[in-house]
């Protein structure tokens, strides 16, 4: 019994894959039996998105000390307009196409970063006017631009093998990496070593301002690789495509098992709370529940699931 | 809750913050040298008040001054809000959906089922409560929770009116169209709501518990008072003033619509910030807070007026935002 518990602690993705599994069930209950698999291989696509942002908003979240990325969304958003805009549905700018949108979340990334640190902004109020500004520059640009995507990266989001998502099995191999950096590498330890005792890790040598730095760009450059695969999966940028993946980024993570308040994260969790939260939105679209419900349900499931998880201890 | 604050790669204390940043305050108002970061807001008042009055003249009338300040009616309202929740050091990121749910509930409700409507307000005001108490209780990051809760007020405000319309109750209307004599309403809204803030923070004894839970809980915690009552004491007023920014929203737009309220979010933010609130709690500038709400709304007229799309709206309270805290900063740098 104890053994189990001590194998459950230590690895809490098991509890989104579990809520992810009774989802998958129900649905496929209340479809009574019909397009189990699609439903999966539908989900294991759209949560690409979530994984994608998720695992930047990870690195920050894990550094601890209130480090928060709010500017997901508008970031996704902007390198959606700035890649599409270039690729004009064209193959030829495919490559330089998205460098764009990883340089656009890299320079938004750097944005954060630069505020917090030299105006000593709090993380969520400097990612929300970076956030803001990146938001106004996407509406702008949008005004009578074309921003289709290249039919080649087009396809590449919407293919599938064997009716597993292409796009799915690329970010499954990411996480893996993504893993192994974060458990191995000096980096990965160091964010973590930040985040559970920032005083601890500064004694220990952890370079804190290259590790935050770095923690930010990450989820810049997540940020607009999610922004110019959910363009390319849409067929094109839009101005509103993003909203979900500000709170959505958090969720996933926070459901995944790591520590809102830093110290401790979980990629394979990740993976889990984004099946969960696709497979959820799923669910109720096949009770017929409408988008305000669903909206209602998201944000109480993500408020209850803290609250039992509980932030720091007291010290 | 210390930010990445250690620029210089300096020994990162949690207590470094929290002792030097008092009694430098404190030295300040000693030695009696004014410091001009406390009349940022009103530096910032003045030149947004000239801008107005370069673009649109006859700003200056009567009836011209009470059109402009008109739309910052709620704004000061859902700004007061915030600022108990940033006193509390706290953030709330579900404001502007918290206000745009009691627009939504007034512009269906109040005109037909009065009762459904005011009792629809007290469980809000209860749920906001419960928000508070799940935050302080648990120990988790108000942001997160804030966010989640924004999806719960927007979603239950767009069940309640999927798409904008309703209507206000002509009373309702009437009253934000008042025109008292020599002082035109929105003054007499905006003065209220400041001395309202400014009494119960800075001169009850009460408010000073509540500051003081904001800058060093522990303290007030050791000291007997209960930390919970407080912050359900902060978020209930807070909520009032986000029940009030509602019904002036309704009031003053005649409709409701769950989505045009959303911005009040960042504004407020700004408005405290811009005000003299600090972000890690303890402080209130009730008054400032009014000046800062003032600012910004005054600034997204500007917008208009100068024929820019509300799409710069939001970039623009950003920059704003930026800004302030720039100057903020550089000043008090060379202090150090």
Same mark, same amino acid.
């Not at chain 1, 094109?236 to 830093?262: D, E, K, M």
């Not at chain 2, 811009?274 to 600012?295: D, Q, R, S």
């Given at each position: ?315 | ?29 000693l030695s009696g040298r004014p410091d001009w970061h406390e009349y940022l807001p009103y530096i910032a008042l003045a030149l947004i008040l000239i801008a107005v009055e370069i673009t649109v003249p006859g700003a200056r009338s009567y009836s011209g001054f009470a059109l402009l300040l008109s739309a910052s009616t709620a704004a000061i309202l859902a700004a007061m809000a915030q600022m108990f929740i940033i006193t509390a050091g706290d953030i709330d990121l579900s404001l502007g959906a918290f206000v745009g749910l009691i627009n939504v509930l007034c512009a269906t409700q109040l005109e037909k089922n009065p009762a459904i409507a005011i009792g629809a307000m007290i469980v809000s005001l209860l749920a906001y409560v ?115 920014? =509602?019904? +002036?929203?309704?009031?003053? #737009?005649?409709? %409701?619509?769950?989505?045009? @309220? &959303?911005?009040?979010? !960042? /504004? ?13 709690? =303890?402080? +209130?500038?009730?008054?400032? #807070?009014?000046? %800062?709400?003032?600012?910004? @709304? &005054?600034?997204?007229? !500007? /917008? ?13 309270? =950003? ?18």
């Amino acid at each position: 019994m104890t053994t189990t518990r001590v194998w459950l602690s230590n690895r809490p993705w098991v509890w989104p894959f579990a809520a992810a599994v009774l989802t998958w069930l129900v649905t496929v209950y209340v479809a009574s039996g019909r397009g189990a698999t699609a439903t999966l291989s539908a989900a294991a696509l759209l949560s690409v998105f979530y994984v994608v942002v998720g695992m930047g908003q990870m690195f920050v979240i894990a550094s601890g000390n209130g480090n928060i990325d709010l500017s997901v969304p508008y970031t996704m958003t902007l390198a959606g307009y700035l890649s599409m805009g270039y690729m004009q549905g064209q193959n030829g700018g495919l490559l330089v196409g998205i460098l764009i949108g990883l340089i656009c979340g890299l320079v938004v990334g750097l944005l954060n970063v630069a505020m917090i640190r030299a105006l000593r902004m709090p993380p969520i109020i400097a990612t929300l006017a970076v956030g803001y500004i990146a938001q106004s520059a996407a509406t702008t640009y949008s005004h009578g631009s074309v921003a289709k995507p290249s039919p080649v990266l087009a396809n590449y989001a919407t293919a599938e093998v064997f009716g597993v998502p292409i796009m799915s099995i690329t970010f499954v191999l990411v996480a893996i990496a993504v893993g192994i950096l974060l458990a191995r590498s000096t980096f990965g330890r160091s964010v973590l070593a930040y985040g559970q005792n920032a005083r601890a890790a500064w004694l220990a040598g952890v370079k804190i301002q290259g590790t935050v730095t770095m923690c930010f760009v990450i989820s810049g450059v997540f940020a607009g690789l999610a922004g110019v695969l959910i363009g390319a999966y849409a067929g094109g940028a839009a101005l509103n495509i993003a909203i979900p993946y500000q709170l959505g980024s958090i969720a996933v993570v926070v459901l995944g098992g790591s520590s809102i308040t830093g110290g401790k994260a979980n990629v394979p969790g990740i993976w889990g709370a984004a099946l969960f939260l696709t497979l959820l939105v799923n669910m109720l679209n096949a009770m017929g529940i409408g988008a305000a419900f669903r909206d209602i349900i998201q944000g109480l499931i993500i408020v209850a699931v803290l609250a039992i998880a509980g932030g720091e201890s007291e010290r | 809750m210390s930010m990445i604050d250690e620029s210089r790669e300096s020994m990162p204390t949690a207590t470094q913050s929290a002792t030097t940043l008092p009694s430098k305050t404190k030295a300040r108002r000693l030695s009696g040298r004014p410091d001009w970061h406390e009349y940022l807001p009103y530096i910032a008042l003045a030149l947004i008040l000239i801008a107005v009055e370069i673009t649109v003249p006859g700003a200056r009338s009567y009836s011209g001054f009470a059109l402009l300040l008109s739309a910052s009616t709620a704004a000061i309202l859902a700004a007061m809000a915030q600022m108990f929740i940033i006193t509390a050091g706290d953030i709330d990121l579900s404001l502007g959906a918290f206000v745009g749910l009691i627009n939504v509930l007034c512009a269906t409700q109040l005109e037909k089922n009065p009762a459904i409507a005011i009792g629809a307000m007290i469980v809000s005001l209860l749920a906001y409560v419960l928000m508070g108490v799940i935050i302080h209780a648990r120990r988790i990051p108000s942001i997160v929770v804030t966010l989640g809760a924004s999806f719960v007020w927007l979603g239950i405000a767009i069940l309640v009116l999927p798409s904008p319309g309703g209507e206000a109750p002509g009373w309702l209307i009437g009253f934000f169209n008042l025109n008292p004599p020599l002082i035109p309403l929105p003054v007499v809204i905006a003065v209220a709501a400041g001395a309202f803030g400014h009494i119960f923070m800075m001169r009850t004894a009460y408010g000073v518990i509540l500051r003081g839970m904001g800058g060093n809980a522990k303290a007030i915690r050791r000291a007997g008072w209960s930390l919970l009552r407080g912050y359900i004491a902060l978020y209930a007023v807070a909520a009032v003033f986000g029940i009030l920014a =509602g019904v +002036a929203v309704t009031g003053l #737009t005649t409709a %409701g619509d769950a989505n045009v @309220s &959303l911005d009040y979010t !960042l /504004l407020t933010i700004a408005s405290v910030i811009l005000g003299g609130g600090e972000f890690t709690g =303890g402080k +209130a500038a009730p008054f400032g #807070t009014v000046i %800062g709400a003032i600012t910004m @709304s &005054l600034a997204g007229s !500007l /917008l208009v007026f100068l024929q820019l799309s509300p799409d710069y709206q939001l970039g623009v309270q =950003g920059l704003i935002l930026i800004l302030v805290l720039a100057a903020r900063s550089t000043g008090k740098r060379k202090e150090a």
